[in-house]
């Protein structure tokens, strides 16, 4: 059992940037391939970012590629979103996944465990 913890969430203006977090609990995190959703209001749940379990490999949503950098520490059970020159279109709340499954994280299909999610707004 993997439980994923989001935090960094925030209010912050266009063009400015944010470092989102992803705690995971047990001993078995590096395992797992890790990624980030979004969810806007009134859309569907998202693809942005995925690290496989040992942080050698990235693979990034359009949207974000060249503004968003994913990383992890295994030492530590966190997965880390860099978001940088933020847009209003970045406004959701932010999901952190864990799947054995690399492709499966990359689908955004049948992923083991989710974050609560944090809300990130982007301003004017």
């Known amino acids: 059992q993997v439980q994923l913890v989001e935090s960094g969430g925030g209010l912050v203006q266009a063009g400015g940037s944010l470092r989102l977090s992803c705690a995971a609990s047990?001993?078995?995190?590096?395992?797992?391939?890790m990624g980030w959703f979004r969810q806007a209001p009134g859309k569907e749940r998202q693809f942005v970012a995925v690290?496989?379990?040992?942080?050698?490999?990235?693979y990034y949503a359009d949207s974000v590629k060249g503004r968003f950098t994913v990383s992890r520490d295994n030492a530590k059970n966190t997965v880390f979103l860099q978001m940088n020159s933020l847009k209003l279109e970045d406004t959701a709340v932010y999901y952190c996944?864990?799947?054995?499954?690399?492709?499966?994280?990359?689908?955004?299909?049948?992923?083991?465990?989710w974050g609560q999610g944090t809300q990130v707004t982007v301003s004017s």
């Open positions: 047990g001993r078995t995190f590096s395992r797992y391939a």
């Open positions: 996944a864990a799947d054995q499954s690399w492709s499966d994280v990359a689908r955004g299909t049948g992923i083991d465990y």
């Open positions: 690290i496989r379990s040992t942080g050698g490999i990235t």
